[in-house]
């Protein structure tokens, strides 16, 4: 365990390089495993994340070397066993991706239950849904689900509500399973893609459709394959908001202008400066930035991964912003910590006519949940103590240290540490005032 030590008030200057897109790099480890020799992965982010599953890949016997500043091989040929162990449940969401990847080597899986960031009910039971309906037997003893096959097959599955991580599995399980499949209200994030281009490079037979719609012809065999990850498109809002927030200039090298669409639209609404260049994008503040309303959606709306930093940001705009969270049902889990830090900030819950329609949970879990936050501002922010609960509400945290006024000492970064690599370091070197100390 770790802590940070942040004097907020220094504007951020400078530039900063992305790494590998968290959401993007261990799914692509997991894809590499139904190959049939081994894969070379690029740009990998140094994340507990990543070697997390690395660790599990190794594990469960496969081979994953590192080579160079960037670069993973990973050799599946060695995998020899289909249990995975409890220990790699508790801290990721990871472990149910292994379930395709195993029953395609062996016919049978068990794996435990996730863990991660808990944002309200993230529920994996499309996910299994989908993987029976494609012939997997599941079920489940304990804190672990097991999986028998005779061998998957295609199917039509349609998800009741856009699934990132479960349009993924069920695009693993599809590429070697016997004939076609159909996948209907398909995730359409950038990282899917990602995914969908590394296995049709290894020999797969993947095509997008229209109305969300992905279509997966099964084939007999992949080889591994060389391929560059994209650059992590959260990480990159991240910068752009913490040099918003301290009145700074950055430039975020390689990020990708068609992954942040929806973002920067919101800086313009603002009135906040961005550039765009073959450098990536220069991020800058030059004048006094207006409140605007935020909704949440699936790609290519505004992420709900940016919605607690920008609320950071929303502190300091002038007037009242809006931000309306559509995707998760408790995604405001860091609002009381930033009250305790100055922030003014009144939850509630707009009037929708067919809730169960508009939000992409499940309405009926929303319960006390507000799912909708005025923040007025701007507002001085003042120093704290805090603990980190996961990945976004530390990071939230870092970057409403970073506006304060006085010294904030944050515990548990070991949970930003899964998305982020070094980013103590990094934003000292943008001026940032920040050092981690072991407790």
């Known amino acids: ?148 096959t005779a061998g998957l097959h295609g199917t039509t599955y349609r998800f ?15 590429v070697l399973a016997h004939g076609q499949t159909l996948i209907q209200n398909a995730a359409q994030e950038p990282e899917v893609d990602d995914l969908i281009n590394f296995l049709n490079h290894a020999g797969a037979r993947i095509r997008r459709l229209v109305s969300r719609q992905i279509a997966i012809e099964g084939v007999a065999r992949l080889a591994g394959t060389i391929h560059q990850i994209m650059p992590d498109r959260n990480e990159a809002v991240s910068y752009a908001c913490a040099a918003l927030i301290t009145r700074g200039d950055i430039i975020v090298e390689n990020a990708q202008s068609q992954h942040l669409e929806a973002f920067l639209a919101k800086l313009n609404d603002i009135g906040a400066g961005f550039e765009l260049g073959s450098f990536g994008i220069r991020f800058y503040y030059h004048q006094p930035l207006q409140a605007c309303t935020v909704v949440t959606a699936p790609h290519p709306g505004f992420m709900t991964d940016w919605q607690p930093l920008w609320a950071v940001l929303a502190t300091q705009l002038q007037g009242t912003s809006v931000i309306h969270e559509t995707v998760h049902v408790d995604r405001f889990q860091y609002l009381d910590h930033l009250i305790k830090m100055g922030a003014k900030v009144k939850p509630f819950s707009p009037k929708i006519a067919q809730p169960e329609k508009f939000y992409n949970f499940v309405y009926t879990q929303a319960g006390k949940h507000n799912p909708a936050a005025r923040i007025y501002g701007p507002t001085r922010l003042k120093a704290g103590k805090f603990t980190c609960r996961d990945l976004r509400h530390g990071a939230t945290l870092v970057l409403a240290a970073l506006a304060a006024r006085g010294t904030s000492i944050l515990s548990q970064v070991d949970q930003i540490d899964r998305g982020y690599e070094e980013f ?16």
């Open 1 to 148: 365990m770790a802590k940070f030590i942040i004097t907020g008030g220094q504007p951020l200057y400078g530039s900063v390089r992305l790494g590998g897109a968290k959401n993007a790099s261990f799914k692509l480890m997991l894809a590499s495993l139904l190959m049939q020799s081994e894969s070379r992965l690029l740009n990998f982010s140094r994340i507990s994340e990543v070697n997390l599953v690395a660790q599990a890949i190794s594990a469960l016997g496969g081979t994953i070397t590192r080579r160079g500043e960037r670069t993973l091989f990973i050799n599946p040929q060695t995998l020899k066993t289909f249990s995975l162990p409890q220990k790699f449940g508790a801290a990721s969401r990871s472990a149910p991706m292994f379930l395709p990847v195993l029953l395609h080597r062996f016919g049978r899986a068990e794996v435990p239950l996730p863990g991660g960031d808990q944002l309200g009910q993230r529920s994996i039971a499309w996910h299994l849904e989908a993987l029976a309906q494609m012939g997997a037997h599941i079920s489940q003893s304990g804190t672990t689900l097991k999986a028998v």
């Open 160 to 174: 009741p509500k856009n699934s990132h991580t479960g349009t993924e599995t069920v695009i693993m399980a599809a």
């Open 424 to 439: 103590d370091q990094r934003l000292g070197s943008l001026g940032a005032n920040i050092q981690r100390q072991a407790t």
